[in-house]
């Protein structure tokens, strides 16, 4: 097998998914390409017209990262998996049959990754900060998991309020949570979920007040750049168990790779320490 890929995003020369599909791909004897279409170096580019010219060019399938997920969600004729279209974006797509399919390894790779870090622990409650496009994935994926009650923040209201009324169709107990009443909410909760830019490099501090953080069971930060952020510091000094962005990077490229390949593809701790070296 033998399969032409990439990942369409801006200011992405710096990113390891390249390596992580060859890496897979080596281990599961899929011979594969994996070309970066950065928005940022393509002249006149628009993320919808370089879909297409990718499909004239041959690829099987693409990843998509920020800002293009939601913008090329009215391009996918139907999802890979029922479900994921209601999340509201994809970043994994393959062309099949003159129909581009799409699925949110986000959503999948951080339920992968929550069971194989903390096994059949239930959520219970949760305050998440960040009602973006990761943020609904990972919204939705803690709705799958079980979680009791979902709060949420987010610096536009309207966009907390956007994901609250789809995670309320869902049956789900879900509300919108005040700046305000931020440290006061943390208090109650059983899980800390960041999917902010906060404490990425550039984006110094945390979405969480260090003194908030204290009675809360577990956490997790989709920053993996730094992979300790200042976040998942105080949770550790806490006694919270974490689940870092590391492995939501990992998890959903692995998921990924297994859409693209069909190879079925399981993680084992070797792949796990291996890949994890690649971030220091």
Not at 88 to 108: C, K, M, P, R, V
Not at 213 to 235: G, H, K, M, N
Request: some cysteine.
């Amino acid at each position: 097998m033998s399969l032409k890929l990439g990942l369409m995003g801006a200011g992405i020369q710096r990113s390891r998914m390249p390596r992580l599909q060859s890496y897979l791909g080596a281990r599961s004897n899929v011979s594969l390409a994996y070309d970066l279409l950065d928005g940022e170096l393509i002249h006149d580019f628009d993320p919808r017209r370089q879909l297409y010219q990718a499909i004239e060019q041959g690829y099987h399938g693409l990843n998509v990262t920020h800002p293009y997920k939601q913008q090329i969600y009215s391009e996918v004729a139907r999802p890979l998996v029922a479900g994921h279209e209601r999340i509201g974006s994809y970043n994994t797509l393959i062309f099949a049959d003159n129909e581009i399919l799409g699925a949110n390894t986000d959503y999948s790779g951080f339920i992968q990754g929550y069971s194989y870090r903390f096994g059949l622990r239930e959520p219970g409650v949760v305050l998440l900060c960040g009602a973006g496009g990761v943020g609904r994935a990972i919204a939705f994926a803690l709705v799958k998991l079980g979680v009791r009650k979902l709060l949420i923040l987010d610096v536009v209201p309207a966009q907390a309020e956007s994901l609250a009324a789809a995670i309320a169709e869902t049956g789900t107990s879900v509300a919108v949570v005040r700046q305000e009443d931020l440290t006061d909410v943390m208090a109650s909760v059983d899980g800390l979920v960041n999917c902010t830019a906060l404490g990425m490099h550039g984006h110094t501090g945390s979405a969480f007040p260090v003194e908030g953080i204290a009675r809360q069971s577990w956490a997790f930060d989709a920053v993996y750049t730094p992979l300790e952020t200042q976040f998942l510091q105080a949770c550790k000094a806490s006694g919270l168990h974490c689940l870092t962005g590391f492995d939501l990077w990992l998890f959903q490229g692995i998921d990924a790779f297994n859409h693209f390949s069909e190879v079925g593809l399981e993680v084992v701790p070797e792949m796990v320490s291996t890949t994890l070296t690649w971030l220091d």
